[in-house]
């Protein structure tokens, strides 16, 4: 299976309970005993690139995350990151998801633009007109 990207990110946090559960009782042949739910929350997504993405994109560039504070409803996934030498580095051109949960569409991209400014990546951007269209039909 290949999970669409960022598409995937903002289906799998609702998706109750997570999905390692779900493919360890499908193993187990036990999943007909799981009862599966979704999150009534609404999801956002904003990817940070490299620059240059799509195109020719610089990678191995420090991260840090260490300042970033997530909530229950707040979350990393990565897409293009590595460890090297004990340090999160960029290694492709989509380089992180930040996700956020919520019931507003509005509150919700404040809250990503923030945890992006807390990133504070100069080797990336993001595209500033994520989740316009819909925060525009509220």
């Not at 609404?42 to 995350?65: F, R, T």
């Not at 992006?116 to 990546?121: L, P, Q």
């Amino acid at each position: 299976v290949r999970m669409g990207d960022p598409e995937c990110q903002v289906i799998m946090p609702r998706l109750q309970p997570d999905l390692v559960q779900l493919l360890k009782a499908s193993v187990e042949n036990k999943l007909n005993k799981v009862k599966i739910k979704w999150s009534k929350d609404k999801c956002m997504a904003a990817v940070l690139c490299a620059k240059g993405y799509p195109k020719k994109y610089i990678s191995n560039k420090e991260i840090n995350l260490s300042s970033v504070r997530l909530t229950k409803k707040s979350f990393i996934f990565h897409a293009g990151t590595k460890i090297k030498d004990g340090m999160l580095i960029s290694n492709g051109g989509r380089v992180l998801n930040i996700i956020v949960l919520g019931i507003n569409f509005l509150k919700m991209r404040n809250q990503i633009l923030k945890i992006i400014k807390v990133i504070n990546w100069k080797h990336g951007f993001f595209r500033r007109d994520i989740g316009w269209r819909i925060i525009k039909k509220k």
